[in-house]
């Protein structure tokens, strides 16, 4: 039980790492949550920091993902434990320990565990997800891209390997992340004001 209980606190705490507020620090010296929609995530990363910044932050936050679902198959716990460390690292980036539970939505960390748990699928959704990026030719549109791909990955995974437990286990991602994507009246006003504030000054 021991080495069980310890898979979730590892992708909790991988997941708590804040790439987003790091690399916003340590590029622009800006709180990433006090900046655009105040989403620590790579959307906003790549609409408020740059391009490049986006891009590590999106690589990051992915790797969180892969690497829980790495350690706990190498730490050799079974399959519910697996599962539940996979969505521990999804909680500690949405809700992390340290930066006072504010995080930021998880797709691309989700992306990164199911790179892992379903490959084939996810390859197929990422296809998808490229479909956005070419309509629009905008990189800033990458983590919206990534949510869409992400919808389908549950009926693809039903699809292909017939199973109900990961298929279940995926959508509750796919509702829980959209949850998250749901701006609530303070962020939509916070979001207006910053817009505002920044056209009046450009």
């Not at 891209?145 to 699809?159: D, E, S, V």
């Amino acid at each position: 039980m021991l080495l069980e209980m310890a898979v979730i606190v590892i992708g909790y705490l991988l997941g708590s790492i804040p790439s987003a507020y790091i690399v916003a620090r340590l590029r622009k010296g800006v709180d990433i949550r006090e900046v655009g929609v105040g989403n620590m995530g790579a959307a906003n990363t790549f609409r408020e920091i740059g391009v490049w910044e986006g891009i590590v932050v999106l690589l990051v936050d992915t790797a969180k993902g892969a690497a829980t679902i790495l350690i706990a198959r190498a730490l050799g716990v079974s399959q519910p434990w697996l599962l539940g460390a996979g969505f521990a690292v999804l909680l500690g980036h949405n809700f992390p320990v340290f930066l006072g539970f504010r995080g930021g939505k998880g797709s691309a960390t989700a992306v990164g565990i199911f790179l892992l748990l379903a490959p084939r699928e996810t390859g197929i959704a990422l296809g998808i997800t490229a479909i956005p990026l070419l309509i629009t030719r905008n990189a800033h549109n990458v983590a919206v891209a990534l949510g869409i791909g992400f919808i389908f990955i549950p009926l693809l995974i039903w699809l292909f390997q017939k199973s109900a437990v990961l298929a279940l286990y995926s959508l509750a991602f796919v509702i829980f992340i959209c949850l998250r994507s749901v701006s609530s009246p303070e962020e939509i006003r916070t979001a207006l004001v910053r817009l505002k504030n920044r056209n009046t000054s450009g």
